[in-house]
């Protein structure tokens, strides 16, 4: 099976405030004091469009296709890790890999190269 690791960039609500003093000419009124929430960008979500893929052994390089939506107007990056379960390192090649979506990319996938023994 795979694991995807998603290695996400977030930011929480963050506030500041502005206070008006001291006028010139005038005086002060109410409030003197504005508060102002910067909401964050939405974050980005990643995964496999399905949890089951059949092949064919003797299929070669297969490509398991992942999602992203959310704030995808960035770069997005995932590590894709295999491990094995009843198919072990004969039925397939174990490399690690990392896969980059591009600034408004939706679709990648996790290459596998699956061995005919």
């Not at 996400?8 to 010139?24: A, D, F, H, N």
């Not at 909401?39 to 999602?67: C, M, N, R």
């Amino acid at each position: 099976f795979f694991t995807i690791k998603v290695y996400p960039v977030r930011e929480g609500t963050e506030v500041l405030s502005i206070r008006m003093k001291e006028p010139y000419k005038g005086q002060m009124g109410t409030p003197n004091v504005a508060q102002v929430i910067l909401k964050a960008k939405q974050g980005v979500t990643i995964g496999f469009k399905s949890d089951t893929f059949v092949v064919q052994e003797t299929q070669g390089l297969i490509h398991v296709p992942i999602y992203r939506r959310g704030n995808i107007a960035t770069n997005s990056t995932v590590s894709c890790i295999l491990h094995t379960g009843t198919a072990n390192s004969s039925d397939f090649v174990i490399s690690p890999q990392l896969v980059t979506f591009p600034i408004y990319s939706t679709q990648a996938a996790c290459s596998v190269l699956i061995l005919n023994d």
